[in-house]
């Protein structure tokens, strides 16, 4: 019997399905699905993981935060337990009737490690399998890529999936000794531990220092002068001179404006605007990410897509479409899709399919491109906005260029010069089927130079430059790959990490004063962990791994050497680290003024029942008290209602992030609950089952 092992339950039974050579046998083994077929004559069983099946961990004894020392882990043994004992003892049970086993689980260094950790279980229980391991590697749940990968089987990769596992190691040792660390230093232990991370630090470290560049920023004033002008329709035109530092400059000008504009001159310029390159995982996520999709959740619905069949392997650094690709046979099955079928159709009746190129080329995974037929009533809503964009990015990357056409007009209106822009697409090309691209058309009228057009309005308009803006997820996504942070696999769990630890909120990221601070702290007395150069050298390391240029055990040594570096630094600097961090914790604690004696309302803890409240610090003398949610994390935002004056709070809990102010007399929440009355499930803004309230 042929062992057949993929990554999840959903995948092993895709793979029975196109292999078999008649009907398929679903059953359960220990209440893992199985399934049963020939394939060339023999009886295989495919059976599907549940991700990894071993997890590293600590021995027992070194599970007291408070009592072990946190350098002791640094060279502590990690073992490998079993963390899913179901499926653990359904492959093993398995593999004793196997005489051959095949591991199907993804292709990249997580998928082969997962893969090789199965394995492991497979040989303890049936060791003459040994000489008898072979490997599927596909990048689509499709018959035919299924079916090639089984007809060429190849070796495990030891290499890859040891690449794998020194990042495994080498987390644990850095995540497990810092954070503790850190715990100990600002003594917060259980759910309100502060983690560290080898790649989420120098991250929020990014994040931090961005928000420095904008507290720092000193916005400088400047005027703009906006005329408006009229031949048939109103358009908008700009002095000529942009932005003037003295208001008085720009009155002046403004007084010299008259009521008619000459036209001085009219220039055309064509230009093409070329298909945009296939999809890699970084420039889908930072699309999905423009579409309000998050890198964490795009990358779990693309997971699914794939796993359905819908979509090729979404975790891939190619850009460039290999030549064995059928582009044809893929439009074939996109001309029934809703929106773009007759697109995807008259590009299959070309002469000649030439798509676009990216500067990454690499032989383990195509570019993501659609890889099934979808209709919307198949998936969920935020399922079919990324088949979508899929599916459209595909296409556009086989299509012809754009073409625009940009008019400026230059005028003279009481001797000061006026200028307009405007451009408008002549040739749709790509942009006719990827419109998250697209731009408004800005049409300006037929002129001729010599022309005179009325002028029906202007105005000064006064401005400030603006900070350098926070990272969006999207651009975060870039950044880090550009810095090395990471890989395709983690990053959006980088990010969401960020939100899960009260680091950080909202998008762009707002780092909390928590977040700024230990930020701060680490870039003070743990330089290395606080930059991306270190990261970036370990990842480098690891692609050595796999590429057989060098051993798992000395890169992790080697990753430790450096943490009893940094570790020595910490301890040298214990006192000030917890009250740098400590400083950003009672900022995050403190929510504004009080309403009553102007002091400070702060977060606060009924002694008797642990509930939090909102108390200002004036108690005794000032009695003034609010409730609080008691779920979710409370970041303050420095503002005050509009309709109350008390502070606002942000909550960032399981459900979705919402706004409120802390008075539940409040004007606005009075009309919620007018407006909720006879409802069944109240607003998203302040749910008012939230809003338990608390005695001090």
């Known amino acids: 019997m042929r062992l057949i092992i993929s990554e999840k339950a959903n995948t092993a039974k895709k793979v029975s399905t196109f292999l078999a050579e008649g009907k398929v046998k679903d059953g359960k083994h ?10 060339k004559g023999e009886e295989c069983v495919s059976v599907g993981l549940k991700g990894h099946v071993l997890n590293p961990e600590y021995p027992e004894e070194y599970s007291n935060w408070q009592k072990i020392e946190p350098r002791e882990l640094i060279d502590a043994e990690i073992l490998k337990s079993v963390s899913v004992k179901g499926v653990a003892q359904a492959i093993k049970s398995l593999a004793k009737k196997a005489d051959k086993v095949v591991i199907a689980t993804d292709f990249d260094r997580e998928g082969e490690l997962i893969g090789v950790e199965a394995l492991s279980l497979a040989l303890d229980a049936n060791p003459k399998l040994v000489d008898h391991v072979e490997r599927a590697r596909f990048s689509a749940l499709t018959r035919g890529e299924v079916t090639r990968a089984f007809e060429n ?12 596992e020194a990042r495994q190691d080498i987390d644990l040792i850095w995540g497990a000794t810092l954070t503790r660390w850190v715990s100990r230093a600002t003594k917060r232990y259980g759910s309100a531990f502060l983690s560290v ?53 720009a009155r002046a000008a403004y007084e010299n404006l008259t009521d008619t504009a000459l036209v001085t001159e009219v220039k055309q310029r064509s230009a093409t605007r070329p298909a945009p390159t296939p999809f890699n995982t970084t420039t889908f996520l930072t699309s999905a990410a423009n579409l309000g999709i998050g890198p964490s959740r795009a990358a779990r619905i693309a997971e699914d897509l794939y796993t359905d ?15 064995s690709l059928d582009l044809r046979e893929v ?41 099934g037929y979808a209709r919307k009533g198949d998936l969920r809503d935020d399922q079919w906005k ?84 926070r990272y969006g997820q999207g651009r975060l996504i870039r950044v880090m790959e550009d810095l090395g942070l990471g890989t395709k696999a983690t990053r959006p769990s980088i990010i969401q990490n960020l939100y899960e630890r009260g680091y950080v909120h909202g998008d762009p990221l707002i780092p909390t004063e928590t977040g700024m601070a230990v930020a701060q702290a680490l870039k003070d007395f743990a330089s290395e962990i606080a930059s991306h150069e270190m990261t970036a050298d ?14 798992k055990d000395s890169v992790v040594a080697a990753s430790r050497d450096v943490l009893r570096k940094v570790y020595d630094h910490l301890t040298n600097s214990e006192e000030k680290f917890a009250d740098i961090v400590w400083e950003g914790i009672r900022e995050d604690q403190t929510l504004g003024p009080c309403p009553t004696c102007g002091r400070k309302i702060k977060v606060r803890r009924n002694r008797k029942s642990g509930k939090r409240f909102a108390g200002c610090e004036g108690y ?3 009695r003034t008290t609010f409730p609080l949610p008691q779920r979710g994390d409370i970041i303050p935002l420095g503002t005050l209602c509009d309709a109350c004056g008390s502070p606002e709070i942000k909550v960032i809990g399981k459900r979705r992030p919402w706004t409120t102010c802390i008075n539940m007399d409040c004007p606005k929440k009075q009309e919620q609950r007018e407006r909720q009355e006879g409802e069944e499930k109240p607003s998203e803004e302040t749910p008012p089952q939230e809003l338990e309230k608390s005695t001090t």
């Not at 069949?309 to 030549?323: E, F, L």
């Not at 159709?345 to 570019?367: A, V």
């Not at 370990?538 to 051993?551: H, Q």
């Open 331 to 371: 439009l074939g099955y996109l001309r029934h899709v809703d929106g773009v079928g007759s697109y995807a159709e008259k590009l299959s009746g070309g002469e000649k399919i030439s798509p676009t190129r990216g500067k990454k080329e690499t032989t383990d995974h195509p570019p993501i491109y659609p890889t």
């Open 197 to 249: 991370g080898r790649v989420q630090s120098p991250t929020l470290v990014l994040i931090a220092e961005r928000e420095r560049e904008r507290r720092a920023f000193v916005p400088e004033p400047y005027w703009e002068i906006e005329a408006t002008l009229r031949n048939g329709e109103p358009f908008t035109a700009h002095h000529a001179n942009g932005r003037f530092k003295e208001e008085a400059a």
């Open 620 to 622: 005794p003398e000032c």
């Open 30 to 39: 220990r209440s893992v699905p199985t399934h049963t077929f020939e394939w």
């Open 309 to 323: 069949g819908y979509i090729s392997y979404p975790r891939t650094d190619n850009t460039v479409y290999p030549g």
């Open 153 to 164: 089987l190849v070796e495990v990769s030891k290499e890859l999936a040891d690449a794998g």
């Open 538 to 551: 370990l990842e480098r390391s690891m692609d050595a791994i796999s590429e057989g240029k060098a051993e």
């Open 386 to 469: 990324i088949y979508q964009l899929v599916v459209r990015r595909f296409l556009a990357t086989l299509s012809e260029p754009a073409k625009t056409l940009r008019t400026t007009l230059r005028f003279e209106s009481g001797g000061e010069p006026l200028i307009a822009r405007g451009t408008v697409v002549t040739e749709e090309g790509w942009l006719g089927v990827y419109p998250y691209s697209r731009r408004p058309d800005e049409e300006l009228p037929a002129l001729e130079e010599g022309q005179e057009v009325r002028l029906v309005g202007a105005d000064i308009l006064s401005k400030e430059t603006q900070p350098p803006g």
